[in-house]
């Protein structure tokens, strides 16, 4: 069982920058494809950025060029980067991991198999 914790979301002005974090409950990034996704209420769960085990990243045109999302395999954390914020990128962001084999180049939530328990991050305009 994998276990994610997010930690600094919170707010920030539109054109500001805020880093999140995930820790994991053991050194996971080397078996696993790793995602942040965000979800507004009422709305569904949104890629933001994938990373698989070789460090090969995927970012939907939507943050392409102002998230960037980083790992350490030596360690437990998963970053994200988040510069140019923007008053649409305000939602709670979620921290995830999927196993072998798992299409996480799809962007797709469903392919992704634990889930933190979610940072809000608010941009206001």
């Known amino acids: 069982q994998v276990q994610l914790v997010e930690s600094g979301g919170g707010s920030v002005q539109a054109g500001g920058s805020l880093s999140l974090s995930c820790e994991a409950s053991g050194p996971v990034y080397s078996r696993y494809c790793m995602a942040w996704f965000r979800q507004v209420p009422g709305g569904e769960r949104e890629a933001v950025a994938t990373?698989?085990?070789?460090?090969?990243?995927i970012y939907p045109d939507s943050v392409k060029g102002r998230f960037t999302i980083s790992q350490d395999f030596g360690k437990t954390a998963l970053d994200l980067q988040m510069n140019s914020l923007r008053a649409g990128d305000s939602a709670m962001y979620y921290c995830?991991?999927?196993?072998?084999?798992?299409?996480?180049?799809?962007?797709?939530?469903?392919?992704?198999?634990?889930w933190g328990q979610g940072t809000q991050v608010t941009v206001s305009s």
């Open positions: 990373i698989n085990r070789d460090g090969i990243t």
């Open positions: 995830a991991a999927g196993s072998w084999g798992r299409r996480w180049y799809l962007l797709s939530a469903g392919e992704f198999d634990y």
